[in-house]
C-alpha cells in the first residue's frame, strides 16, 4: 500500500506533513474520529484550524515509522489535565512557571511564551507546557475571579 503523505517532526517537535504534492504543513495533528469504538480506525490529520489534510482509515495500514509518530503525538496529546484553578504564577512575562490545580491534582509547569495559550473554541483554552503536555481550560469564564485575573494578563 503507498501512502499518500509523509510525516516528520521538525525542530520544535511539531509533526510536519508533506503531501502528495509537494506541499508542506507545520504543526499538524492527529484526531481520532472513533476515540473510544475505534480509536485505531479513522484518524485524520489536520492544521491548527481544523482543515484536514490527510485520512487514515486504519493506523496499523502505515508504514512503521509514520505509525509511531502519529501514536506518540496523539498519545501526548490525550493526556490532558483540566486547569480548575490556577494558583500562581512567578512573573506575568515568559517563561514563568504556573502552579495550577487540576482534575488530577496539583501541579507546576512552565508556560515558555504566549503563543502556548491556544483558544479552542469560545470559552476554552489550550495551553502548552515546555514538555509539550496540553492543559485544557473548558471555561475559562467559569474560573475564579483570581484565576481569570491571572489568566486575562496572558490573552
Known sequence: MSTQFQLSRNAFQQLVLIDADGAEYVDVRPVRAFPIQSPDEGISLVRE??????????LADLPATLR??????????????VIATITSVTSFATPCTWQV???RGS???VLKGDEDIRRVGKDS???????GIH???RDMYA????SRKILDRFL
Open 125 to 131: 483554552l489550550l495551553i502548552s507546557d515546555n514538555h
Open 68 to 81: 509511531v509518530l502519529i501514536s506518540e503525538e496523539l498519545e501526548g496529546r490525550e493526556f490532558m489535565p
Open 143 to 146: 474560573l475564579d475571579k483570581h
Open 135 to 137: 492543559f485544557l481550560i
Open 49 to 58: 484550524n481544523g482543515e484536514e489534510l490527510a485520512w487514515v482509515d486504519k
Open 101 to 103: 490545580e487540576t482534575d
Open 107 to 109: 501541579t507546576a509547569f
